[in-house]
């Protein structure tokens, strides 16, 4: 590691950091104890269809699948069959997807991307981080259901929807219309 | 430069622009002849011919109809059969290419055409599988009912005679004995044992236990059962098999994280279906000249039972995708004589440490699992041999027997192929295969002392049964769809001339 590169570390926010190292254990010396790991896990819905009995989550890049299954079984006690991990892509982001996220931090990136765009590559200026995906399959004993938090927001998200809606047909009508300026708008 | 000179003179000043690029005669003779190429004739072409393209072509008018027109067939939209959710242009690419695999006569060749020369694609199925809660997932992708702790109505019309049970029971004890006091020296006799881990050991003397019980069982009941003399006997036997399975059209890869791709990996354009290469080592398989009997026949209402729609992405339960070359490999290569399944038995310790896995129940899964995709990859690649493939179905059902065991516990299943259709949708073709599993039962609880401690007879008896059953010769034609003139292996007596001739094998 290049000597400039050390001080990265306290740049970046706390969960993205690299763990510490360990400290060495010298045989006599009391037991070291990990009070706030710096790991995390991110509970997401899963991207395909899965069956009932398996989750998703982001966790941190660095965690192995024995360090999922402790997580899971020791802090929150849920009982686990198997630990599977992938590290994905980092996602493409357009400026204005860069702009709404820096004025909102809780605006997720790879949420919004269209795919149809994503293939084009079009106005793209860079990739997010790596991130590593761990499914988790738990007997059927356990079963967890999404909360439905935004219960009394929904009015709201249909009034979003019907928008979006009417915008896409308009959209549409336009892309229609693309190859037809010279005509008057009654023809198009 | 004496040309330049001479140019110089006679042209004027346009030759002396062309001097001052150091050009002799010869060489500005020939820009020029670049510029303005000359118009070549040959002797036999005229200018009608070419450049210009002639207006006549020569076409035949139709002759003038008399009263009655005649026009060509209609052609239909669908070929015949049963097509689904398969396009009209599709489904008749898919009629061709089977009706052109019909043209050619050897069984070898048809292969090399079926599996393609270029690399696929493809779902790589290894039928040991550690993951947890794979029986749908199995019985979805082979189309199998699964009938649980049944045998078919066959083994319960055999009965074992007294005479012959306590002749063999003495003979198998005596096997589990010597296989457990037996100190086992593997490889050459200067070789130390510490190269084997315990568990390797274990499943040495597994395997090996395995194959002492059948040969003692054959062995004792060939006098009485003389088709027990015909089978053919092999140890680790490669089992694989190539397949298409429909019902993955709803799914696409649009989730939020970027995969890049709009249909699953694995994904055949042509018929929408997804391609699995299943593969496997059998510890011992068992080969007859003629098939089974069929357990049930076709019209029974079992043949279209329910199965579970597990209709995720293969990927989610972890599978993985990889390039191959699809290949059908049934255990014995072309021209044998015995092409007909009957047992194959196998040991599942060389991949699965049982200790390991999480679940109490996984070992029964895994079983279960197993069962269904080698008695099932095992047939097909058989029917492939037969002359049958994904456009011929199957005219008569296939069936087999398989045993998993470590040699202490056993399980028993059998199998009745009924179509080769899996890549059409289920709602066209109502057929089903089927499956019946017996449950985990063990042989002997402990050996202590020099004795056998809680055997169980029941185990041993259907462990008998299995070869009682004999193959049935058949009336109709096994092979239909190989030509007229093609000699089945069991009947040939020159085969092996025939073969070195054309270089196979």
Not at chain 2, 4 to 18: E, H, P, T, Y
Request: net charge positive; hydrophobic share 35%.
């Amino acid at each position: 590691m290049a000597h400039w590169m050390k001080r990265a570390g306290s740049i970046l926010p706390f969960w993205k950091r690299t763990i510490p190292p360990f400290p060495v254990y010298w045989k006599g010396d009391p037991k070291n104890r990990v009070f706030l790991p710096t790991f995390w896990m991110k509970l997401v819905k899963p991207d395909r269809e899965m069956p009932p009995d398996y989750l998703q989550f982001i966790v941190h890049k660095q965690m192995s699948t024995h360090d999922v299954k402790n997580y899971l079984e020791k802090i929150y006690e849920v009982p686990v069959l198997r630990v599977r991990t992938e590290i994905r892509r980092g996602i493409p982001f357009t400026k204005e997807m860069w702009l709404k996220y820096v004025r909102n931090p809780g605006y997720p990136i790879h949420q919004r991307f269209p795919r149809d765009a994503e293939r084009e590559m079009s106005g793209v200026i860079n990739f997010t981080d790596e991130f590593k995906v761990a499914y988790v399959q738990v007997p059927e004993e356990v079963k967890f259901t999404w909360p439905d938090i935004f219960k009394e927001n929904k009015p709201l998200m249909e009034k979003a929807l019907e928008e979006r809606k009417k915008f896409s047909k308009e959209q549409k009508r336009l892309e229609k219309s693309k190859g037809s300026k010279d005509l008057p708008a009654w023809f198009r | 430069m004496a040309a330049c000179m001479r140019l110089q003179q006679f042209a004027g000043k346009n030759a002396v622009q062309i001097c001052r690029r150091h050009l002799s005669g010869a060489k500005i003779r020939k820009k020029v002849r670049e510029r303005n190429p000359p118009t070549i004739i040959h002797k036999n072409t005229t200018m009608k011919e070419w450049p210009f393209y002639s207006a006549t072509a020569s076409f035949d008018y139709p002759k003038p109809q008399g009263d009655v027109a005649e026009y060509p067939p209609i052609k239909e939209r669908f070929p015949p059969g049963k097509w689904g959710c398969i396009p009209d242009r599709k489904a008749w690419v898919m009629y061709e290419k089977g009706k052109d695999l019909l043209d050619i006569p050897h069984v070898a060749e048809r292969l090399e055409e079926l599996c393609s020369k270029e690399q696929v694609i493809v779902y790589q199925l290894p039928l040991w599988q550690r993951e947890h809660g794979l029986v749908e997932f199995f019985q979805y992708i082979t189309k199998t009912h699964l009938v649980k702790g049944e045998l078919p109505d066959i083994y319960g019309s055999i009965e074992v005679d007294d005479e012959t049970f306590n002749f063999i029971k003495p003979l198998v004890l005596e096997v589990i004995l010597q296989e457990k006091a037996q100190v086992v020296q593997y490889g050459r006799p200067h070789q130390p044992i510490k190269h084997r881990t315990p568990l390797q050991e274990r499943i040495k003397r597994e395997e090996e236990s395995i194959r002492q019980i059948v040969n003692v069982i054959r062995t004792s009941l060939c006098r009485k059962k003389p088709h027990l003399m015909k089978l053919l006997q092999d140890k680790k036997v490669r089992i694989e098999a190539y397949w298409l399975r429909s019902g993955y059209e709803a799914i696409e890869d649009n989730g939020y994280f970027n995969t890049g791709f709009k249909h699953p990996k694995g994904f055949d354009q042509v018929t929408k279906a997804l391609k699995f290469q299943s593969s496997h080592t059998a510890n011992v398989v068992l080969t007859a000249e003629q098939p089974l009997p069929e357990f049930i026949s076709k019209e029974d209402p079992l043949c279209t039972e329910e199965i579970p729609q597990f209709r995720y992405n293969p990927m989610t339960v972890g599978q993985h995708t990889a390039p191959s070359k699809p290949r059908f490999v049934p255990g014995y290569h072309l021209g044998q004589a015995c092409e007909f399944a009957y047992l194959t038995i196998n040991t599942p310790g060389r991949e699965i440490d049982e200790a390991s896995l999480p679940h109490p129940d996984d070992m029964k899964t895994i079983t279960l699992q197993a069962g269904i995709g080698i008695s099932f990859s095992q047939l097909l690649a058989k029917a492939h041999y037969l002359g049958f493939s994904m456009y011929h179905n199957l005219t008569y059902p296939l069936t087999c027997q398989t045993i998993v065991g470590d040699g202490r516990r056993f399980s028993f299943f059998a199998y009745q192929l009924n179509t080769l259709e899996q890549w059409k949708s289920d709602e066209v073709i109502p057929q089903r295969n089927i499956c019946w599993a017996l449950d985990e039962l063990a042989l002997y609880d402990t050996v202590e002392d020099g004795e056998v401690k809680g055997f169980n007879d029941e185990v041993l008896k259907t462990l008998i049964k299995c070869f009682l059953i004999e193959p049935e010769e058949r009336e109709f034609n096994l092979r239909p769809y190989l030509p007229e003139d093609y000699e089945a292996p069991v009947n040939k007596k020159e085969y092996i001339a025939e073969e070195v001739k054309h270089g196979r094998n």
